[in-house]
């Protein structure tokens, strides 16, 4: 039976965007591209601003541990903008102050998240908010928020300041694992993305793939979650 799949498991990696929280890639990517463009429109057109935004997306996700990404992220970004760190780290942490909080628009609290939460805690399991890193803690503290929970619900929850990889590089998951003193086999990592998500198989983790807001299908027929069920049916299947 698949509940025996689970039956060590004492540790709980979590997505946000599209599983604790009801915000979709496309939105997320829409929102936040153009409200991050507007803080910077004074010294750089836009459109620019997006393009330099997705190729520091891509170095950050090459980083194979050696810094943290918010330092991968300046080296790129600042050169190209003509700023120093300090003057970059102003302008993103005014919107993620302002102009961020337009996303909250566009994303839901999902029903029985928070309660959900709740009671995993209260069941001992230790819980980790494992979202790709690419946001100050700022920026992830307030969807948190919106999702209806707290930081301290969580051990511990990944962000530009505090990572030196993101997901799907399998080095995220171990870091993660150290962090909790859990073995792979302890651990079950529940997500919507087949990609950024499933990926933690390759470390030996189960994987929960929730059926609202799937991201990257394009490999489904490569990667096969353990399971494949609503959020909300977890407490069901879990010890």
């Known amino acids: 039976m698949k509940q025996n799949k689970l039956r060590n498991i004492n540790t709980l990696f979590f997505d946000l965007d599209g599983t604790l929280l009801d915000l979709s890639d496309e ?4 929102v936040y591209a153009y409200e991050a463009a507007m803080i910077f429109k004074d010294i750089i057109d836009p459109k620019i601003f997006v393009k330099l935004l997705i190729e ?16 991968v992220f300046y080296e790129f970004f600042c050169p190209k903008v003509g700023l120093k760190e300090d003057e970059v780290q102003n302008r993103f942490l005014r919107f993620y102050e302002t102009s961020f909080d337009k996303l909250k628009l566009v994303s839901k609290r999902i029903n029985g998240v ?4 709740r009671k995993l805690n209260d069941r001992g399991y230790k819980l980790v908010l494992a979202t790709q890193p690419f946001f100050y803690e700022l920026a992830t503290i307030k969807r948190i928020r919106w999702a209806g929970l707290e930081p301290d619900q969580f051990l511990y929850f990944t962000h530009i300041e505090n990572s030196s990889v993101a997901k799907p590089n399998p080095l995220y998951f171990e870091q993660l694992a150290n962090i909790t003193k859990s073995k792979p086999e302890e651990i079950l990592m529940i997500g919507n993305d087949y990609l ?10 189960s994987t929960w793939m929730t059926p609202q807001n ?3 299908l394009e ?4 990667m096969s979650p353990d399971f494949e069920l ?3 049916e977890l407490l069901d299947f879990l010890p």
């Open 114 to 117: 928070p309660d959900l939460i």
């Open 27 to 30: 939105n997320f990517e829409k």
């Open 219 to 222: 490999y489904k027929d490569k």
């Open 230 to 232: 609503p959020l909300l």
């Open 56 to 71: 520091s997306t891509v170095e950050m996700m090459k980083s194979r541990g050696e810094k943290l990404l918010i330092d």
């Open 196 to 205: 950024y998500d499933l990926s933690a198989k390759k470390l030996g983790i």
């Open 214 to 216: 799937q991201s990257n």
